[in-house]
């Protein structure tokens, strides 16, 4: 499944071409994704322009006109391809592995005022679109669970240790709760516990002191976790399954792993000879060095 840097790529990728515009038509082409569609979701969309595309976890959020938000998650499989006014369609891309006959999985067109179609495709269709009002956004099932933005200013060292103070649970575990830290996936936690250096064997609760005050651990993989998802963001994300930009290309911040996928490889960490171990933590990989993450 996409994670945060992809899902924020995708939106960097479609904000200039939604924001400032309206939904001319949209076609409807199956009344589900995983989940059925809101009640005329055609009929609710058209005519209302996009003031803003946000992210929040792994969602993207087009905030309409009339107070509406309209809330998107790719799912498995899902992904947007642009048709432009002037003809030119996106870059068809190269996907990692091969996929069904994409029109055949082509479930929502958004035929925008400036004669763009933005189609989204969902082999899976383990995606799913809503339409929630704004004010109610925070309180909505999909939402009011959710975490902190581990890109935002609240998240920090401090925070962390109050949060993880008296937790029995690993570290890695705790990184990839989505009720504490949002959109932050499988990949880049353990990418993020490699940059740290801090094994993800280790207890969430060790990284605070009794009081609930970080140590030098706990900064260091706030700091971690920031910089392997900015560097995944610049990249464009990771090409893994069937994921790709929206305009059709694919990320390479697969080709920078430290560890993911690394299991047996020698650790990349300058000075260590140690190899790569991989292990199995809630029915995920973990990929981590042993040598040099304590």
């Given amino acids: 499944m996409p994670e945060l840097p992809e899902v924020e790529t995708v939106r960097r990728g479609l904000e200039p071409i939604l924001v400032g515009n309206a939904f001319a ?101 383990f995606g799913l679109m809503d ?45 990839v709760d989505q009720r504490l830290i949002a959109g932050l996936g499988n990949i880049y936690a353990c990418e993020a516990l490699f940059k740290a250096r801090v094994s993800p064997l280790r207890l969430a609760g060790s990284l605070a002191t009794r009081s609930g005050k970080p140590t030098p651990k706990t900064a260091a993989l706030v700091a971690a976790v920031k910089a392997v998802l900015e560097e995944a963001i610049k990249a464009g994300g990771s090409s ?6 929206a305009d059709g290309s694919l990320g390479d911040f697969q080709h920078r792993f430290k560890v993911y996928g690394r299991e047996g490889k020698k650790c990349l960490a300058k000075g260590r000879s140690g190899a790569v171990r991989r292990i199995v933590q809630g029915g995920r990989s973990t990929f981590y060095c042993p040598a040099c993450q304590r």
């Fill in 25 to 125: 038509r949209v076609e409807q082409r199956r009344p589900d994704l995983r989940f059925p569609l809101p009640k005329h979701f055609a009929e609710r969309l058209s005519g209302r322009k996009v003031e803003a595309l946000d992210r929040r976890a792994k969602y993207l959020l087009a905030r309409l006109d009339d107070g509406e938000v309209l809330v998107m998650h790719l799912g498995m499989t899902g992904r947007f391809s642009i048709d432009r006014a002037n003809g030119e369609a996106s870059a068809p891309g190269r996907f990692a592995h091969p996929i069904a006959d994409a029109p055949k999985h082509e479930h929502i067109v958004f035929h925008l005022g400036d004669g763009t179609a933005v189609r989204y495709s969902d082999t899976r269709r």
């Fill in 240 to 245: 893994l399954r069937d994921y790709k930009r």
């Fill in 131 to 175: 339409l929630v009002p704004a004010e109610k956004l925070e309180s909505h099932a999909l939402f009011k669970g959710l975490g902190i933005e581990p890109l935002s200013k609240s998240f920090t060292a401090k925070w962390l240790a109050q949060k993880l103070k008296g937790k029995a649970t690993s570290i890695k575990a705790a990184l």
